[in-house]
């Protein structure tokens, strides 16, 4: 069945902040019982890129990311504003992490992050005929960068050094694609 079997009854904002919106749904859920489901709605779409050099090296950065409360090893990535174009998003996030600029882009995801409690999609692109140029970090980015043969990056993954979801995705995409 690909039709909607919720009904939605009410829906309620519960909070906002300019990055996300808590709404609750008192619904129907398909058996016709009364229930509520939380919703997170995102007011940017996640863009992630992992740039590829001709010798294969790709570009990681690590942050301490404060939700999770440990540092992580990501491929570039950022939110990009719905109204915003997703090729322009993904630009100005690579460049704005590692000062790198491509001149070939191709998009091979589209992800839903967390698909039962939020309406977050990411976007996953490969970046090659790179320039580099200087990075143009955030006040809340304290980021280091890291040049590493892609090789080592999909093992990174495998063993379990990287663990968020779109990096994680869009690597073993990658690897497919590019014959790893």
Known sequence: MTENPWTTLKS?????????KLEQHEVLNPAGNPGIYGKIHFKNRAMAIIPIDPEGNTWLIGQYR??????SWEIPMGGGPIACELLESAQRELKE?????????????????????????GYVYLAEELTQ??????????????????????EMVMAGEITDSLSIAGILKAARILGY
């Open 12 to 20: 309620t904002n519960i909070y906002e902040n300019p990055w996300i």
């Open 66 to 71: 404060y939700p999770l409360g440990e540092y």
């Open 97 to 121: 992490e590692t000062g790198l600029i491509a001149g070939k882009w191709t998009q091979i995801m589209k992800i839903h992050t967390s698909n039962s409690v939020t309406d977050e999609v």
């Open 133 to 154: 140029g200087e990075t143009e970090f955030e006040e809340t980015e304290v980021l280091q960068i890291k040049k590493l043969p892609f090789r080592e990056v999909l």
